[in-house]
């Protein structure tokens, strides 16, 4: 069963750290592109970052310099740490996976991250 399983979202104030993490199962392996994307209540998903499985990055205008993502191969896991929080950062962040052919895509469920002003 293919799988993405979130954790590390909560409630922090604004300047404040996060590290999200996402464990993929499954069919999911380290040649996939694993990222992470946003969505605040009543706007798009939108695409954070990106990483592939040779570990080249892609990150949203909004986040550069403030957030890095990474991964663990051998643990089939993708980071987000997220430093320098802001409250418009306040959203449902969805771990990502796509197979090298862009043929499958997975979504994890969502955790919550709110940045409190």
């Known amino acids: 069963q293919v799988q993405l399983v979130e954790s590390g979202g909560g409630l922090v104030q604004a300047g404040g750290s996060l590290r999200l993490s996402c464990v993929g199962s499954?069919?999911?392996?380290?040649?996939?592109?694993m990222g992470w994307y946003h969505q605040a209540p009543g706007k798009q998903r939108e695409l954070v970052a990106l990483?592939?499985?040779?570990?080249?990055?892609n990150y949203a205008d909004s986040v550069k310099g403030r957030f890095t993502i990474s991964r663990d191969n051998a643990k089939n896991t993708v980071y987000l740490q997220m430093n320098s929080l802001k409250p418009e950062d306040t959203a449902v962040f969805y771990c990502?996976?796509?197979?090298?052919?862009?043929?499958?895509?997975?979504w994890g469920q969502g955790t919550q991250v709110t940045v409190s002003s």
């Open positions: 990502y996976a796509q197979s090298p052919t862009g043929r499958y895509k997975y």
């Open positions: 499954g069919s999911i392996g380290s040649n996939y592109a």
């Open positions: 990483i592939t499985s040779g570990g080249n990055t």
